[in-house]
């Protein structure tokens, strides 16, 4: 397959069987023959269209005189692709767009659909020209939606939450390549010797200056192909999750429930901060992703993890009280559509029934914390209903429970205002990923 083959099955993997972007291209790549090249197209137009879809449908719109979805959804995404490479590739000319697109039709075994393809392309490309791009038109949400890609609801409530300028700035962001933070291991390493071993394998890493034994990572290629990697000399892990196992303040010999912990990056940095001294046990509620768990911790030399099944939730096996408790609980990942662009599509219905989850989730933490103790509730999502809300209802609905003042780092910035236990993080302010973190203790 040619590496718009492997875009499209990918997209249309991700269409309809809603998985992970980065998991369905990786798979992708994987399984094809493609040179370094074709590899960089694909992700290129793989992510530029899962980037771009609505305003990408919106263009198609004005030359499609059906709706949508009486259109094949595979016609449908070549469309997509083609469109995108005629509005944001310029090294691809627009007549090369257009034949691969037909071509494609035809080789997916849709001939008849390849005369609509390229008669939609062609109407596409004589007038632009003559109108702008996106087309301006509806209300200014509308607007917004389609320039940004982004579904109205969605801004509806960031704006209602955030403000208008703070939801720009979110917008514009999202489009950005995140940046790549490792976490050092420190039972291994220390940072200014680990900067140095990656730089010899032409590695560019730079300490983060306001978060302890973190780096940014640039020039990686494949991250899994190093050899500092592969020694278990460090992890990779956004700033975000990193100041929140900082603020959890894990002391060696303690112990520590991680109660939704795959892949278990927050797991391990807490493991070097206790210098594996101590018991962290690390649930999750399925198989594989506990057998993840214990293969991270292997490769960076942890012998503190204990990872097993258990479902937060449920709670239904007791364990004795820990010393903290860290509840980072599945949520819509709202602050990490730079890495997941799908996310961002996800039906208002799936995120409104998350909350309810997640309360149960951090109430039946709670019971495992000793009195004393330090519970950390955190999210990778830019939802109040998921976020502070949960975290004020639980401190209003247990009372033997305490709002414990967040201690940040100087060179850290808050955008909103928002009570001294709570810390919202925003990936404009301070190139993270959009991430809450909330914190408190068990009183006596």
Not at 54 to 76: G, Y
Not at 124 to 131: A, D, H, T, V
Not at 236 to 258: F, G, H, M, R, T
Not at 417 to 427: D, H, I, M, S, V
Request: charged share 20%; glycine share 6%.
């Amino acid at each position: 397959m040619n590496a718009r083959e492997v875009t499209l099955e990918a997209l249309l993997h991700v269409d309809e069987n809603a998985g992970y972007s980065n998991l369905v291209l990786n798979k992708a790549l994987k399984a094809s023959d493609l040179s370094d090249r074709d590899r960089s197209l694909t992700s290129a137009l793989f992510y530029g269209v899962l980037e771009r879809r609505l305003t990408l449908d919106e263009e198609l719109q004005q030359f499609v005189s059906r709706p949508q979805k009486q259109v094949d959804a595979a016609v449908w995404e070549i469309l997509r692709m083609a469109v995108y490479q005629i509005l944001y590739m310029d090294r691809i000319p627009n007549s090369a767009a257009v034949n691969e697109a037909v071509n494609l039709t035809k080789k997916i075994g849709q001939g008849k659909a390849s005369g609509f393809v390229n008669g939609v392309l062609r109407n596409l490309l004589r007038s632009q020209e003559k109108g702008s791009f996106p087309p301006l038109k509806g209300s200014r949400l509308h607007q917004m939606s389609v320039q940004y890609s982004c579904p109205e609801q969605l801004l509806q409530m960031w704006e209602k939450a955030y403000g208008t300028a703070i939801m720009q700035q979110m917008l514009e962001v999202s489009f950005q390549r995140p940046p790549i933070y490792a976490r050092v291991n420190t039972l291994k390493i220390t940072r200014p010797k680990l900067i140095e071993r990656l730089a010899a394998e032409n590695i560019h890493a730079d300490a983060i200056p306001w978060l302890a034994d973190a780096v940014s990572l640039s020039n990686t290629g494949s991250v899994a192909a190093s050899a500092c990697f592969q020694e278990g000399l460090f992890h990779i892990q956004d700033l975000a999750s990193q100041l929140c196992c900082n603020l959890l303040d894990a002391k060696p010999k303690e112990q520590v429930y991680d109660v939704c912990a795959a892949p278990g990056g927050k797991s391990f940095t807490i493991a070097e901060q206790m210098r594996n001294e101590g018991n962290i046990h690390a649930f999750d509620q399925y198989k594989g992703k506990v057998r993840l768990i214990e293969k991270g911790a292997q490769r960076l030399g942890i012998s503190c993890i204990s990872a097993s099944m258990r479902d937060a939730a449920m709670g239904n096996v007791p364990l004795s009280p820990a010393n903290r408790v860290l509840c980072d609980v599945p949520c819509s990942g709202l602050g990490i559509i730079r890495r997941k662009p799908e996310i961002r599509y996800k039906s208002r219905e799936s995120i409104d029934s998350l909350p309810v989850l997640q309360y149960r989730i951090l109430c039946k933490s709670a019971d495992l914390l000793r009195c004393g103790g330090t519970l950390i509730y955190s999210t990778c999502t830019l939802n109040p209903a998921e976020n502070g809300e949960n975290a004020s209802r639980f401190l209003k609905e247990h009372p033997h429970f305490s709002a414990v003042p967040l201690n940040l780092p100087k060179a850290l910035h808050r955008i909103i205002r928002e009570p001294e236990n709570q810390l919202t993080l925003f990936p404009q302010m301070n190139q993270t990923d959009g991430f809450f973190i909330s914190a408190f203790r068990k009183e006596e």
